[in-house]
């Protein structure tokens, strides 16, 4: 039960990914003295189209994961030797460069490289991480539901201010009308809250909505007679409004932690591919 | 005097009347409603209408051919008036009295319509039940809504409170008035989804409902806008409601009380038994003869043959019956010099347990069944097998494997498969062929539409099945005979779902054999009831406190609607001295329920999780897509799998569905033991088979969505076929075509048709379930509820 793409098949991945690293170091220390570590050697090629393989290989994932009657093992599977094979590729490919770097397309590659296996390690711990997180802070439930709780809290709110003062319905009204959910990339990751409302004629930021409760809370204070039981169920259920948008901004905010990474492992891998071709090309072209 | 009354013109009456009119024998058809065949009419505009089972060939002088619903009628009514049958409409039948050669029929409107013959074809719909108050003739009030798109603007009353006044009413709330008349003060009838449509829509005012509410008349208006007044009484007083248009929808009246009437009689008190008919269709009334849907036989074509035979034998014609060559293709090869008739006869004779079948019943059985020769040592199935057909044994003798120590042999004459046929579970046993044996084999839904029929089948079967399960599960050493007294003590018992089967701190007097069905284990820790372990069936229970002779140390409760066999204490102490070893055994078994009993005792959360599972119908499953939502990402690709390997529908629904701490219950399948859609499918195109076990639906589905209403758990859709997938590469590289199992696929051709679908466990895809396979990040799981003890104990 609850075999993650981790320990899919006992980590069987992990361990043939120990394996070529530890092979590759070995090879590697054990190579003829007199030579210079290069990516021209005997033992530099076998790394390097070892390497540019397991590239191919890992780039073919997206095709495989949409190959949806393919018999060839699961998805787990491969995401298992993906993330084992790709993270062994910093080391198969850094023994592969003999640590020569320069300003070139050789170290373009391999930076590139670098830079698409790392933001796949960040994958690999966020699809470890935020899946649970949000699991927990929507307490199993899903965010459409949540919405419709909010949808629910809203009519109720305004239907319980439509029988209060004027100032109480227009605060309250133009809180719920401005309340903004969401927004660009970087609201989505930051969990930027641009909410407003509007005072007196004037607009307030309202972040977390806690320039409108404490209003409230003020205004409450004022309140005489029947008005004070209905204005404390409106901070009431205002208290429970702002706690669900808590929720589903964290939410969103975890959700776009949990995918953003996929916008860098993705195209870095495309252009990844295109500097190796040029790294291949080149190298035959100045043999 | 009319030598043939035909009373129903729905397919089989159509058929006969037209039969009558070809010989030009004397004939009335007597149809209640204004239009042929009622039920077709009620079907939605432009649906298409199967000639299911195919290789049936049609008998009669009207056309019938799968197509539209529009062709379909129209070509009846052509042929009708081809052949010059005489019709009366608005005829509806209230007593027949006489007997054959002088029945008098009386109808509804005080005439009285005289006959020698009677052929009833009146079909299962029943009549709509009427609103019993005066004025109820009006033109205003109807009973049926064909096309809710036809009103617009106008003030209409539903009344009634059950699902189709509900989908009624919110389907005409769209640009009409709607008022809803409930007698309750609830919508207790109505499925979930309906009932939180019509709650939406009074709460939002688009409906207006009058609960505690009934009709008292209605009365016609001259002049002004509305063209009648509804009266109603309240639970506040009387009121008045001006309206165009009045729709009851108060259920029909089933036929069986009405057809009793006349005098036909039915075998059993089961709401699914039909009346005992000869093979030529004639009732225990002499003279008057029974066809289609209310004879046992729901599918056109059938019916429509049938009133072609039965005016052929009303008329002393000696024909063959439609199916005599697929039965004569089926027999081909026994060694009998005999015509079909005769080898079904020598079937009825050799075979005790068919023996008080009628002739008709058992022809139809037979066209179900299949007959095979398999050579000494084939296997016919193996232990652990899915498949639950019935078999019986015409000549010859098989060999049981109960284990490997004990081989029963069973002979000509006898029957085996009756565990599977009856628990819905796996084989119990490993069946081979003895020397020269011809066995016949019977779908499970053709054996349990004759069990329900025929009460002598029954009572063997069950005395068989505990006799035989005592020996399997306690005794296998010891012979049938020495288990005779103590099975003959056994009983039967069937619970609901919840009820209680014993209670903690009861004193322990039975052990009971769960049959079919599943049961829970828990026991009260502060006031609560915790679930320990879930029990299927094929299993006993409540051992435990009469071999240790204490009070029951747990409460079981039924998971599922559950039959059990008990066993008193005196017989199960008799049993425990017959057979040697039972005892150590049982033993055993006792101190693994316990191990179990207190890995779940001591973590609370398992034992919640384990009751929400249970609370999920999950008990009755016996495949089951799970979701671990804390490694769940969201991707879909579970549900893009599905699609792209079936037809472009997804028959899972990732979001849908409850989620108990991280474990997440998608809508989608899950392969009941005792699967409801298929208890009432037409073309028996609902199957269940291989070693998955996988409930799936054929090709042969008509369409009719009896499965997607009966399913309790929402899995079953109707969708159109659609075209393949489009090539991944063109997609990836140039945008062209649809993403891999997403995106609106087009409909395949003019004539196609919506058929029901679901998840069939990816039987045709090598490898296993797809949306288990696509999973990246092993968060979907296929499970049975004998894995959830596993599942609801691993600590995080």
């Not at chain 1, 629910?152 to 133009?174: E, F, N, T, W, Y």
């Not at chain 2, 069944?369 to 044994?393: C, E, L, R, W």
């Not at chain 2, 003590?489 to 599943?518: C, W, Y």
Request: aromatic fraction near 8%.
């Amino acid at each position: 039960m609850h075999i993650s793409f981790l320990n899919h098949a006992n980590g069987r991945y992990f361990w043939v990914a120990i394996a070529l690293v530890g092979a590759s170091i070995v090879a590697y220390l054990l190579q003829e003295p007199h030579q210079t570590p290069n990516g021209g050697t005997w033992l530099g090629y076998t790394l390097g189209t070892m390497g540019a393989l397991l590239i191919l290989w890992l780039i073919y994932l997206g095709r495989r994961k949409r190959n949806f009657a393919a018999g060839w093992g699961t998805v787990r599977g491969w995401v298992s030797a993906h993330v084992y094979l790709g993270t062994s590729l910093l080391v198969v490919a850094t023994l592969h460069t003999g640590f020569q770097f320069g300003i070139n397309v050789h170290t373009l590659a391999y930076v590139l490289m670098c830079v698409v296996i790392v933001s796949g390690l960040y994958g690999v711990w966020a699809y470890r991480t935020y899946p649970e997180a949000r699991n927990e802070l929507k307490r199993s439930q899903t965010l459409d539901d949540i919405f419709l709780q909010l949808e629910d809290i809203d009519g109720q709110l305004k239907r319980d201010v439509s029988a209060l003062a004027a100032d109480i319905r227009g605060v309250v009204s133009s809180a719920i009308d401005r309340t903004e959910i969401g927004g660009g990339m970087y609201a989505q990751l930051a969990g930027v809250d641009s909410s407003k409302v509007m005072i007196d004629g004037n607009v307030y930021p309202n972040t977390d909505q806690v320039r409108v409760v404490a209003w409230l809370v003020q205004r409450l204070s004022l309140a005489e007679g029947s008005e004070t039981g209905k204005l404390s169920a409106v901070v009431r259920s205002y208290g429970a409004r702002q706690k669900l948008l808590q929720v589903i901004r964290s939410d969103i905010r975890f959700q776009a932690l949990q995918e953003a990474w996929l916008y860098l492992h993705v195209p870095l891998s495309i252009a990844l591919l295109a500097a190796l071709l040029t790294h291949i090309v080149s190298v035959f072209i100045y043999w | 005097m009319f030598e043939i009354a035909v009373i129903g013109a729905g397919p089989g009456g159509l058929s006969a009347a037209a039969r009558c009119a070809e010989l030009d024998v004397e004939h009335v058809l007597l149809e209640s409603s204004p239009k042929i065949a009622n039920t077709i009419q009620k079907y939605q505009k432009g649906k298409h209408v199967m000639a299911e089972p195919g290789i049936l060939p049609l008998r009669s002088p009207i056309e019938f051919d799968a197509g539209k619903r529009e062709a379909i009628l129209g070509n009846w009514e052509t042929g009708i008036k081809t052949v010059g049958v005489n019709i009366q409409y608005g005829a509806e039948v209230k007593a027949i009295s006489g007997s054959q050669g002088n029945f008098v029929i009386s109808l509804m409107n005080g005439e009285e319509v005289l006959a020698r013959h009677i052929i009833l074809g009146i079909g299962l719909q029943g009549n709509p039940r009427q609103m019993g108050v005066p004025g109820e003739q009006s033109e205003v009030v109807q009973y049926t809504l064909d096309d809710p798109g036809e009103y617009k603007d106008e003030s209409i009353a539903i009344i009634g409170a059950g699902d189709a006044a509900i989908e009624n009413a919110i389907a005409l709330a769209a640009n009409n008035k709607v008022y809803i008349v409930n007698r309750k003060d609830e919508f207790a009838r109505a499925k979930e989804g309906n009932l939180n449509l019509i709650m939406a829509a009074i709460d939002a005012g688009t409906i207006e409902c009058y609960y505690d509410s009934s009709p008292a008349g209605v009365e016609a208006l001259d002049g002004g806008d509305f063209p009648a007044n509804l009266l109603l009484k309240t639970a506040t007083g009387d009121a008045v409601v001006p309206l165009h248009r009045i729709i009851a929808r108060l259920g029909a009246i089933p036929p069986r009380k009405l057809v009793e009437s006349f005098g036909i009689e039915f075998p059993s008190e089961d709401q699914n038994a039909i009346p005992a008919l000869t093979s030529q269709y004639e009732s225990n009334v002499t003279g008057m003869y029974v066809i289609g849907a209310l004879g046992g036989y729901p599918l056109i074509k059938q019916a429509m043959n049938q009133g072609y035979e039965v005016v052929e034998y009303i008329l002393g014609h000696d024909v063959k019956p439609a199916d005599n060559d697929l039965l004569a293709a089926k027999l081909n090869g026994l060694p009998y010099e005999l015509e079909v008739d005769g080898v079904l006869a020598l079937m009825q004779e050799r075979i005790p347990v068919f023996a008080d079948v009628n002739a008709l019943q058992f022809r139809e059985l037979m066209l179900d069944s299949n007959v095979s020769m398999p050579a000494k040592g084939d296997v016919i199935f193996k232990q652990h097998d899915y498949t639950n057909t019935f078999f019986t044994i015409l000549e010859g003798t098989v060999e049981i494997e109960v284990n490997p120590t004990l081989r029963i042999t069973a002979n000509a004459g006898s029957f085996f498969g009756e565990m599977s046929l009856m628990s819905g579970r796996r084989r119990s046993a490993s069946v081979y062929a003895g020397p020269r044996c011809i066995v016949i084999e019977t779908p499970r839904r053709s054996m349990i539409k004759l069990i329900s029929s025929v009460a002598a089948v029954k009572r063997v079967l069950d005395e068989t099945f505990i006799v035989r399960t005592i020996q399997q599960k306690f005794a296998p050493d010891t012979p049938i005979e020495e288990l005779q007294p103590i099975a003959a003590r056994a009983k039967m018992h069937q619970f609901q779902p919840k009820e209680v089967i014993f209670k903690e701190g009861d004193e322990a007097d039975t052990l009971h054999f769960i049959r079919n069905g599943s049961v829970t284990v828990s026991i009260e820790i502060d006031g609560r009831d915790v679930v320990m372990s879930y029990v299927p069936a094929n299993t006993p229970i409540g051992e435990m406190a009469l071999l240790g002779n204490t009070t029951r140390s747990a409460t079981v409760k039924a998971a599922v609607k559950t039959e059990t066999i008990s066993l008193d204490k005196e017989s199960f102490s008799l049993l425990l001295e017959r057979s040697a070893g039972l005892k150590e055994r049982l033993q055993a078994m006792v101190k693994d329920r316990h191990e179990q009993n207190v890995a779940l005792q001591s973590n609370s959360e398992s034992s919640d999780l384990m009751s929400f599972l249970m609370g999920q119908g999950l008990g009755e499953a016996t495949d089951v897509l799970l979701i671990d939502e804390n490694i769940c990402v969201g991707c879909d690709l579970c549900e893009s799998a599905c699609a792209a390997t079936h037809d472009g529908t997804s028959r899972l629904n990732r979001k849908a569905g409850p989620t108990f701490a991280h474990i997440h219950v998608p809508t989608s399948c899950r392969h009941c033991e005792d699967p409801s859609c298929m208890k009432d499918c037409p073309p028996d195109a609902i199957q269940r088979g291989g070693l998955g076990g996988e409930v799936f639906i054929g090709d042969n589905c008509i369409g009719c969505g009896n499965c997607e209403r009966n399913c309790p758990y929402g899995v079953i859709q109707m969708a159109y076929k659609t075209e393949a997938p489009s090539n991944y590469w063109s997609w990836m590289l140039f945008g062209l075509g649809q993403k891999p199992g997403r995106g609106k696929a087009a409909v395949v051709g003019e004539s196609s048709f919506k058929q029901a679908v679901k998840c069939d466990m990816c039987k045709d895809q090598s490898g296993g379930p797809s949306c288990v396979r696509a999973c990246p990040t092993g968060a979907a799981m296929r499970l049975s509820p004998e894995d959830f003890v596993d599942l609801v104990n691993v600590v995080r």
